[in-house]
T-cell receptor
Framework: QKEVEQNSGPLSVPEGAIASLNCTYS??????FFWYRQYSGKSPELIMS????GDKEDGRFTAQLNKASQYVSLLIRDSQPSDSATYLC???????????FGIGTKLQVIP | DVKVTQSSRYLVKRTGEKVFLECVQD?????MFWYRQDPGLGLRLIYF???????EKGDIPEGYSVSREKKERFSLILESASTNQTSMYLC??????????????FGPGTRLTVL
């Protein structure tokens, strides 16, 4: 059973702080990793994709991948109240079209 | 921009009715997916299609069927709706796996209530 695990939260951080969201996965054949943001009542939207070990930065967001330890994380610097949402980790094995999603971590940024 | 549209935002049906949910994408994507999302259970894959007339079962296909007659359109069918199919239904599309091209793009979702 391929699994993607996330702490459902809520994770509460003060405005301006760094929010750290973590995800572990079980399938060592996984090759594509995604972070989606989902506001309440809305559909998921892609924030970051990462395919190789290390860090990938995009503005205030940094995705980190460690395939040996089978985890992927998302850092949000200078957190804003507008970042309050549920963050979904998604993982795809190479050669497959299906993506497995975690249940999501709810982030609350306190003004 | 990729655009994925779904036929309805909200739908209310009665137990036993046949229900059609439609999804259209405008980016010529090969893959299309149907998920349902429930509190505490996350996104669960119902069916997906990687080409016209091709389909594969996801994790929870029971009680559902799909149809893909045209590349841009993927329909989810509930043959006889039941109350446990009350959920948020999300359609997504993506290109065939390639180098950094396999992002899934989601439609706005259909909140289905079965009474």
């Amino acid at each position: 059973q391929k699994e993607v695990e996330q702490n459902s939260g809520p994770l509460s951080v003060p405005e301006g702080a760094i929010a750290s969201l973590n995800c572990t996965y079980s399938d060592r054949g996984s090759q594509s990793f995604f972070w989606y943001r989902q506001y309440s009542g809305k559909s998921p939207e892609l924030i970051m994709s990462i395919y190789s070990n290390g860090d990938k930065e995009d503005g205030r967001f940094t995705a980190q991948l460690n395939k040996a330890s089978q985890y992927v994380s998302l850092l949000i610097r200078d957190s804003q109240p507008s970042d309050s949402a549920t963050y979904l980790c998604a993982v795809k094995a190479g050669g497959y079209q299906k993506v497995t999603f975690g249940i999501g971590t709810k982030l609350q940024v306190i003004p | 921009d990729v655009k994925v549209t779904q036929s309805s935002r909200y739908l209310v049906k009665r137990t036993g009715e046949k229900v059609f949910l439609e999804c259209v994408q405008d980016m010529d994507h090969e893959n299309m997916f149907w998920y349902r999302q429930d509190p505490g259970l996350g996104l669960r894959l119902i069916y997906f299609s990687y080409d016209v007339k091709m389909k594969e079962k996801g994790d929870i296909p029971e009680g559902y069927s799909v149809s893909r007659e045209k590349k841009e359109r993927f329909s989810l069918i509930l043959e006889s709706a039941s109350t446990n199919q009350t959920s948020m239904y999300l359609c997504a599309s993506s290109q065939i796996s390639g180098t950094n091209t396999d992002t899934q793009y989601f439609g706005p979702g259909t909140r289905l209530t079965v009474l």
